[in-house]
């Protein structure tokens, strides 16, 4: 129960504030530097880049993204059992702020460095922080749902300005001092968050479960052992010798751990019969989401890479910054939620509720109709011509309106749809989907060739037809497993029964 707030923030806890401008940071700086990336990478040498092969380039994309994802599952873990959820923000983002100076530094033999500095800092961060959204409210304040809201906004103000400020140094500075500016971005979060944390008002301060002294001791020399690997191997380059290999490995290794955990749950947790196929019901929403992730990721690299090359950026004497193209998914965001929140609640007043399974079909199709957009665009560019901006400023207004679809409502399908006792177990799982759709999604890049642009439609043609075919057969399966997602709890009848 979180303690009794009068609300200074927009009618809110105040520790909101502390957490939304926070937040706001954080992302500022990850999507300012994650813009960057694949297109640094990729720049020739005299450019400054990488000088990277497109699917090098594209696997490693892959590998960040995903494993930023991951890491929440370890980085949650840590707050519950060891640290508390306002230390693991505080030495997250501190970590986070020395991977982008290690960036920020002109020498690319840190670079890698600096990627997996970010990687473990926002694990550690990023699961947190929104927990910590949560527990400022009690189970029976109806403010809960809008203060997300408000803190979902906070996540998109600061892509905006994270793509604003990175995208423009970038083009008109140097690399390193775009990276220097994700920097400076964490660094006034953590001054604000410093600030403020007595706002929270304990929220978060201790771990929820603590484990014994002796427990502690242990897990912390595991720990060590690992970061102590992780640095060993990055600076061996046992890790960076061949990305798509890696990538390769990765992502079987995580589809696997998904499948595992998910078969134990399912096989071993006693079950009902009703839990069971809630559960069934559940892995259409996970598939969903891992397929939708490896397309809408594409905005980060292969879309990047052709905001770059093929599209006709100037406006009169003005060239836009290739990077400000991404920050369309936040504006829309922004314009579009209230439509789509409102959009629920009156079918849901007219008897017209599509079920869990249904609307994130929906949200894959639409996703990857922004595919069909891109497939005429690229023959566009195939045929010579630079293409104008609207095109891709489309396909992120469709990847968007997926998005709405799929993302919500799938994190509401697992709050419902999971067993009660592994409700925090089946939302780590579904977290995996993300990791997983994200190291696809730089798989699926690299085959993006900026020297052969004829094979660009058929990249996009085959994700667009690819994610439609599954679409389709989720929405087919989706009329059956609307009534397992309807079933009642009967758990609590099953334990009854048992200890009887």
């Known amino acids: 129960?979180?303690?009794?707030?009068?609300?200074?923030?927009?009618?809110?806890?105040?520790?909101?504030?502390?957490?939304?401008?926070?937040?706001?940071?954080?992302?500022?700086?990850?999507?300012?530097?994650?813009?960057?990336?694949?297109?640094?990478?990729?720049?020739?040498?005299?450019?400054?880049?990488?000088?990277?092969?497109?699917?090098?380039?594209?696997?490693?994309?892959?590998?960040?993204?995903?494993?930023?994802?991951?890491?929440?599952?370890?980085?949650?873990?840590?707050?519950?059992?060891?640290?508390?959820?306002?230390?693991?923000?505080?030495?997250?983002?501190?970590?986070?702020?020395?991977?982008?100076?290690?960036?920020?530094?002109?020498?690319?033999?840190?670079?890698?460095?600096?990627?997996?500095?970010?990687?473990?800092?926002?694990?550690?961060?990023?699961?947190?922080?929104?927990?910590?959204?949560?527990?400022?409210?009690?189970?029976?304040?109806?403010?809960?749902?809008?203060?997300?809201?408000?803190?979902?906004?906070?996540?998109?103000?600061?892509?905006?300005?994270?793509?604003?400020?990175?995208?423009?140094?970038?083009?008109?500075?140097?690399?390193?001092?775009?990276?220097?500016?994700?920097?400076?971005?964490?660094?006034?979060?953590?001054?604000?968050?410093?600030?403020?944390?007595?706002?929270?008002?304990?929220?978060?301060?201790?771990?929820?479960?603590?484990?014994?002294?002796?427990?502690?001791?242990?897990?912390?020399?595991?720990?060590?052992?690992?970061?102590?690997?992780?640095?060993?191997?990055?600076?061996?380059?046992?890790?960076?010798?061949?990305?798509?290999?890696?990538?390769q490995y990765v992502a079987v290794a995580f589809s696997t751990i998904f499948v595992i955990y998910y078969a134990v749950i399912y096989f071993g947790s006693n079950l009902t019969q009703n839990e069971k196929k809630k559960l069934w019901a559940l892995l259409l929403i996970c598939i969903a989401s891992a397929c939708f992730w490896s397309g809408f990721e594409q905005a980060g690299s292969s879309m990047n890479l052709f905001a770059r090359d093929y599209t006709d950026r100037v406006i009169g004497s003005f060239e836009i910054p290739t990077g400000w193209f991404q920050s369309a998914n936040s504006f829309f965001i922004v314009l579009l939620s209230p439509f789509f929140a409102a959009l629920w609640i009156n079918l849901g007043k007219r008897l017209v509720s599509p079920s869990y399974g249904i609307k994130c079909a929906v949200g894959l199709i639409i996703m990857a109709s922004g595919f069909i957009v891109m497939f005429f665009a690229a023959q566009y560019a195939a045929s010579g011509m630079k293409v104008a901006p609207y095109w891709l400023v489309a396909t992120y207004f469709l990847h968007t309106v997926g998005e709405l679809c799929l993302s919500p409502v799938a994190l509401s399908a697992v709050s419902k749809l999971s067993p009660k006792r592994f409700a925090g177990q089946m939302m780590g799982v579904f977290v995996l989907t993300y990791s997983i759709g994200n190291i696809i999604s730089g798989l699926l890049a690299g085959n993006y060739d900026p020297n052969n642009v004829a094979q660009i439609p058929s990249l996009y043609i085959q994700i667009s037809l690819f994610s439609i075919g599954i679409g389709l057969i989720i929405l087919l399966i989706g009329f059956k497993s609307r009534f397992w997602e309807n079933l009642p709890d009967d758990s609590k009848a099953s334990t009854a029964t048992t200890n009887a």
């Open 1 to 247: 129960m979180s303690k009794p707030d009068t609300g200074s923030f927009f009618g809110h806890p105040a520790g909101l504030q502390t957490l939304f401008v926070t937040e706001m940071w954080e992302r500022m700086s990850y999507y300012g530097m994650r813009m960057l990336l694949v297109l640094f990478m990729t720049a020739t040498l005299q450019e400054g880049g990488l000088g990277l092969t497109v699917a090098s380039a594209a696997a490693i994309y892959g590998l960040y993204t995903g494993s930023v994802y991951f890491m929440g599952l370890p980085g949650g873990w840590i707050a519950d059992r060891l640290i508390g959820g306002q230390k693991a923000v505080w030495y997250g983002a501190i970590i986070i702020m020395i991977g982008h100076i290690i960036l920020a530094i002109p020498n690319d033999t840190t670079f890698f460095i600096g990627l997996i500095v970010v990687i473990l800092g926002t694990g550690l961060l990023k699961p947190n922080i929104g927990a910590m959204v949560g527990q400022l409210y009690s189970d029976e304040d109806v403010r809960r749902d809008s203060g997300y809201a408000i803190y979902y906004m906070g996540i998109n103000l600061g892509s905006v300005i994270g793509y604003a400020v990175c995208g423009y140094l970038m083009e008109n500075v140097g690399w390193h001092w775009a990276f220097g500016a994700a920097a400076v971005g964490m660094a006034l979060g953590l001054i604000q968050y410093k600030i403020t944390t007595p706002k929270l008002q304990g929220i978060g301060e201790k771990p929820v479960y603590p484990m014994s002294d002796k427990a502690q001791k242990t897990s912390w020399a595991i720990i060590g052992i690992v970061l102590a690997f992780v640095t060993y191997a990055t600076f061996q380059g046992l890790i960076t010798i061949v990305p798509v290999t890696v990538a």
